[in-house]
């Protein structure tokens, strides 16, 4: 059942011209060239990354005057110059062959996925695992011994480390640990507003010194404070200011969400709803219980569509262009190329 809601959520502006429109629209409207396109479903399991992933190459394979797939820096620049759009994939899971007969083997799918071309991985996802654990994880038990292979079998292909769902030990260690920039991609500062997928000064310091950043996302509970843009300033503004405006990007962890959305979903069987999957399971009051109207304000104040209000907002708050240019995506290029130019193995 899952299967068929994300193949219908993830690629129906292939077949139906309405909802294509509304898709490209939006995208267009945004101002937005590239997402870091959540490509692998919350696991660390082969068989399960591999359908996301297929699904958006399958997209940007049929939208070629629209989309491309982007594997380096350089694709990105290429596409905003051709007035494209592209993504930059990312799994919320490192691949693994969950064998374990020995280290090799269980570390040779990080390659194969960024031969697919999955250029950021998540070490966990909220929940303990091998690696680290989650930032759901009560313990904040640090980085694993695999956990450290993981993370320099990564710097030696030439992915993204990020710790976005990570405990704060785990976030911490990896940054250590890692000799090439690492990212939280979709966090937020823990001293504006304390939540579990917040991220503390020492951490943010620790990515900062290791050349990497901190995505502050659009999620209001986790911003707190007014819930809404200016919460998602007021986060930016403390990262750049106690850490630098090379360490601080906009990591939304929203996306556009279809008209026809709900209409589609109320086709799909009740049994959908029946149990979620494991590295969903929060604890006790770290979910939103605003009511669906309080909600409702504060998702349209920071609607993925609004990254030009964003831009004005940063404006406002006395950013230099140079440092608005860092922040709405510069910093996303730089790390990339950091990353991808510390590969040990790297193609003539």
Request: glycine share 8%; hydrophobic share 40%; net charge negative.
């Given at each position: 059942?899952?299967?068929?809601?994300?193949?219908?959520?993830?690629?129906?502006?292939?077949?139906?011209?309405?909802?294509?429109?509304?898709?490209?629209?939006?995208?267009?409207?945004?101002?937005?060239?590239?997402i870091v396109q959540n490509a692998g479903q919350?696991?660390?399991?082969?068989?399960?990354?591999?359908?996301?992933?297929?699904?958006?190459?399958?997209?940007?394979?049929?939208?070629?005057?629209?989309?491309?797939?982007?594997?380096?820096?350089?694709?990105?620049?290429?596409?905003?110059?051709?007035?494209?759009?592209?993504?930059?994939?990312?799994?919320?899971?490192?691949?693994?062959?969950?064998?374990?007969?020995?280290?090799?083997?269980?570390?040779?799918?990080?390659?194969?996925?960024?031969?697919?071309?999955?250029?950021?991985?998540?070490?966990?996802?909220?929940?303990?695992?091998?690696?680290?654990?989650?930032?759901?994880?009560?313990?904040?038990?640090?980085?694993?011994?695999?956990?450290?292979?993981?993370?320099?079998?990564?710097?030696?292909?030439?992915?993204?480390?990020?710790?976005?769902?990570?405990?704060?030990?785990?976030?911490?260690?990896?940054?250590?640990?890692?000799?090439?920039?690492?990212?939280?991609?979709?966090?937020?500062?823990?001293?504006?507003?304390?939540?579990?997928?917040?991220?503390?000064?020492?951490?943010?310091?620790?990515?900062?010194?290791?050349?990497?950043?901190?995505?502050?996302?659009?999620?209001?509970?986790?911003?707190?404070?007014?819930?809404?843009?200016?919460?998602?300033?007021?986060?930016?503004?403390?990262?750049?200011?106690?850490?630098?405006?090379?360490?601080?990007?906009?990591?939304?962890?929203?996306?556009?969400?279809?008209?026809?959305?709900?209409?589609?979903?109320?086709?799909?069987?009740?049994?959908?709803?029946?149990?979620?999957?494991?590295?969903?399971?929060?604890?006790?009051?770290?979910?939103?219980?605003?009511?669906?109207?309080?909600?409702?304000?504060?998702?349209?104040?920071?609607?993925?569509?609004?990254?030009?209000?964003?831009?004005?907002?940063?404006?406002?708050?006395?950013?230099?262009?140079?440092?608005?240019?860092?922040?709405?995506?510069?910093?996303?290029?730089?790390?990339?190329?950091?990353?991808?130019?510390?590969?040990?193995?790297?193609?003539?």
């Open positions: 059942m899952s299967d068929m809601i994300e193949n219908m959520t993830m690629t129906r502006q292939l077949c139906d011209p309405a909802e294509r429109a509304e898709f490209t629209g939006a995208w267009a409207e945004s101002g937005v060239t590239c919350e696991s660390q399991a082969v068989k399960t990354l591999i359908k996301r992933l297929a699904r958006f190459i399958y997209v940007a394979d049929n939208m070629p005057d629209f989309l491309v797939k982007a594997v380096t820096p350089a694709d990105i620049v290429s596409a905003k110059h051709q007035g494209k759009h592209c993504l930059y994939l990312s799994l919320n899971g490192v691949p693994l062959a969950e064998e374990w007969r020995s280290l090799e083997e269980e570390l040779h799918y990080i390659e194969t996925f960024f031969q697919f071309g999955c250029r950021i991985m998540h070490l966990t996802y909220n929940r303990r695992n091998m690696i680290g654990d989650g930032c759901m994880e009560r313990a904040n038990a640090g980085l694993s011994d695999f956990g450290r292979a993981v993370v320099q079998e990564m710097n030696r292909v030439g992915v993204i480390v990020d710790v976005a769902h990570s405990g704060w030990q785990t976030s911490l260690e990896a940054a250590q640990a890692s000799r090439a920039p690492i990212v939280a991609s979709h966090s937020s500062a823990a001293a504006v507003n304390e939540h579990r997928r917040a991220k503390p000064d020492d951490v943010i310091g620790a990515i900062a010194a290791n050349g990497g950043y901190v995505g502050v996302c659009c999620i209001p509970h986790f911003l707190g404070r007014s819930r809404d843009i200016n919460a998602l300033l007021d986060h930016i503004e403390y990262i750049a200011r106690h850490f630098g405006p090379d360490h601080v990007a906009i990591g939304t962890d929203t996306a556009w969400s279809s008209a026809n959305y709900e209409a589609e979903m109320a086709k799909v069987p009740e049994r959908r709803l029946s149990r979620p999957i494991w590295e969903q399971f929060w604890p006790q009051g770290t979910q939103d219980d605003t009511p669906a109207q309080g909600r409702r304000r504060e998702e349209l104040s920071l609607a993925w569509t609004n990254w030009p209000l964003f831009t004005v907002g940063l404006v406002q708050r006395g950013f230099s262009d140079d440092e608005i240019e860092k922040i709405i995506g510069g910093n996303v290029l730089r790390v990339a190329q950091s990353v991808l130019q510390a590969r040990e193995c790297r193609p003539a």
